[in-house]
């Protein structure tokens, strides 16, 4: 090395290279470098010798770079020669994909550097493919992640549909902690809670006299055992008695035992026989029959009753208020929820249904509010009356008494004075009904009579009904 070479050294600048030792150092820093003129001609290509992979480049040198490119690269390759041809200085590296005679492509990032007075270009290039690889591998195991998230979402589901059809009640309980893990709804009904009051809940307080220690330990000897012996317990919130058959595995690492619990009295196989019944009986009823919530809105409803008010199918009523199908709307709902919620039941309050159409039926409405639940509810029975309304005597549903003293003015008095007595007859028929159907409600009279709570008095005092109690 010349001492000016020295000098170059030391002061911070490149020392002198003999041109053959700057290839080496070139292939070598980079994995392809590529000589190109100022119009993309390959002058030169050079291999990093640790690549084979690449084989021998040498059949490009003289041919357009252009040709050696993917169609989507072209442009990319155009318009960073376009920025250096016009002075801009651009230092971020462009990713190229070759191709060479469509047999095998790969990616190589390209940094550009200006080498002579005559415009030609070094093109420095790493190879993108371990990168590719990588990328690659990361969107399979991504995928494969994917499928196996979806196929966990659909063993869950099965799980839960299972859990809930199972008419066995079943509880899941963690072995370290005593709690429970969890259970479907016929458990939670055998044990007398809810199905999220019960989730991680101590297994052992659910049941009387039972202390978590011993009580796990009895749980995991009798499964271990192997044997079909039940534990027989005492439900602390439901008090019934309950046998218990336990059974343990290993899941994730936690020891679980499976609880399957089954009343002692035998009365299960019963109730699930009254229950497929009183199925049987609200689908194929005679009498309309609705559920609705505290507020009127139905649940469900049978057959019978779609059959009643003219609707089409289930979902056509289902969310709806029971009072858009009820001729005296809110007034009728009001005086069968109240009585119903106050007395727990309410008898044959006659009125009539309103179709979907218009048509109106009259009927006889037996409401029971079931309180004994979560969610309370109303349930409702309606009989089509329409055929013993036709079989009445115009004037059976009349005050015998009432119309006897109107005949007898007929004669003695003058019309006016006739209709005057007619219309207080009336009134008072209509007060005296209101106030049977609403059981002395005197609110609910009032609505129902479309008069304020005062008018009403002002009447039960002026027609002498001011103490008479409903029957």
């Known amino acids: 090395m010349t001492t000016r070479g020295s000098r170059y050294w030391s002061s911070g600048s490149l020392p002198l290279i003999a041109p053959d030792l700057l290839g080496d150092i070139i292939a070598t820093a980079s994995d392809v470098a590529i000589v190109i003129s100022d119009v993309g001609k390959i002058l030169s290509v050079l291999i990093n010798p640790a690549h084979a992979s690449y084989g021998r480049l040498d059949h490009w040198e003289g041919r357009d770079i252009r040709d050696v490119l993917t169609v989507e690269s072209v442009p990319k390759l155009e318009s960073r020669l376009g920025a250096i041809s016009g002075g801009e200085f651009v230092g971020r590296p462009i990713e190229l994909n070759h191709s060479d005679s469509y047999t095998w492509e790969f990616p190589v990032r390209y940094s550009f550097h200006s080498i002579g007075p005559d415009g030609a270009l070094l093109m420095l290039g ?15 195991a991504q995928m494969a992640l994917e499928r196996d998230y979806e196929a966990k979402r659909e063993f869950d589901t099965r799980y839960r549909v299972l859990m809930e059809a199972t008419r066995d009640a079943m509880v899941f309980v ?19 809670g809810s199905r999220d009051d019960l989730l991680g809940a101590a297994f052992a307080q659910e049941f009387e006299g039972r202390k978590r220690g011993e009580f796990l330990e009895n749980l995991t000897s009798a499964a271990i055992a192997d044997s079909d012996q039940p534990i027989d317990l005492t439900a602390r919130r439901s008090r019934k008695k309950l046998l218990v058959t336990p059974s343990v595995f290993r899941a994730a690492g936690e020891r679980l035992l499976l609880c399957r619990i089954e009343t002692a009295d035998g009365t299960e196989g019963v109730s699930d026989q009254l229950a497929e019944n009183l199925g049987s009986l609200f689908q194929d009823g005679a009498d309309g029959m609705v559920f609705t919530d505290r507020s ?6 049978n057959e019978s009753f779609l059959n009643l008010a ?116 009336v009134e008072k028929m209509c007060i005296e009904t209101a106030v049977e159907l609403t059981r002395n409600n005197r609110v609910a009279a009032a609505e129902m009579l479309g008069l304020s709570r005062q008018s009403l008095y002002v009447k039960l005092r002026k027609y002498g009904l001011v103490n008479k109690d409903s029957s």
């Not at 790493?126 to 399979?140: C, F, G, S, T």
């Not at 208020?321 to 009728?332: E, M, N, P, Q």
């Not at 009001?334 to 727990?344: I, P, W």
């Open 310 to 425: 003219d609707v089409a199918h289930l979902s056509n009523a289902k969310g709806k208020s029971l009072s858009d199908y009820l001729a005296r709307g809110a007034v009728d709902l009001k005086v069968l929820t109240d009585n119903a919620s106050r007395s727990g039941q309410m008898r044959l309050y006659a009125t009539k249904l309103s179709g979907e159409y218009g048509a109106q039926v009259s009927v006889e409405i037996s409401a029971t509010y079931l309180n004994d639940r979560a969610s309370p509810c109303f349930a409702f029975v309606m009989r089509d009356a329409s055929r013993v309304d036709a079989l009445r005597r115009p004037g059976m549903t009349a005050n015998a008494e009432g119309m006897k003293s109107v005949m007898e003015l007929v004669g003695s008095a003058s019309l006016k004075d006739i209709v005057a007595e007619t219309t207080d007859v």
């Open 296 to 301: 009127g809105i139905i649940l469900s409803a």
């Open 174 to 192: 963690n072995i370290a902690s005593g709690r429970i893990a969890d259970l479907n709804a016929a458990a939670a009904l055998q044990i007398g």
């Open 126 to 140: 790493r190879d993108l493919r371990p990168i590719a690889e990588m990328q690659q591998q990361l969107v399979k």
